[in-house]
């Protein structure tokens, strides 16, 4: 199975799953002092931000939490 390894701490945790699970919605973190603004692959937070892991994904994942 694939592995997730940075969702953090705050938020609950998906730690992993197969090319035959359905699709996961991303879990969306709450903090008392920011806005969640979306997962990352990158610790910069390039690109477009992920809300789900698509059915019949099949390579590690870290996720990176984007605040506002």
Same mark, same amino acid.
């Given at each position: 199975?694939?592995?997730?390894?940075?969702?953090?701490?705050?938020? +609950?945790?998906?730690?992993?799953?197969?090319? !035959?699970?359905?699709?996961?919605?991303? +879990?969306?973190?709450?903090?008392?002092?920011?806005?969640?603004?979306?997962?990352?692959?990158? !610790?910069?937070?390039?690109?477009? +931000?992920?809300? !789900?892991?698509?059915?019949?994904?099949?390579?590690?994942?870290?996720?990176?939490?984007?605040?506002?």
């Amino acid at each position: 199975s694939s592995q997730l390894e940075k969702i953090p701490d705050y938020s +609950p945790q998906i730690k992993s799953f197969t090319v !035959e699970s359905d699709t996961i919605p991303l +879990p969306r973190p709450f903090k008392n002092d920011a806005v969640f603004a979306g997962w990352y692959l990158n !610790e910069n937070f390039t690109g477009i +931000p992920i809300y !789900e892991i698509p059915k019949g994904t099949s390579t590690n994942m870290i996720l990176y939490a984007k605040w506002k």
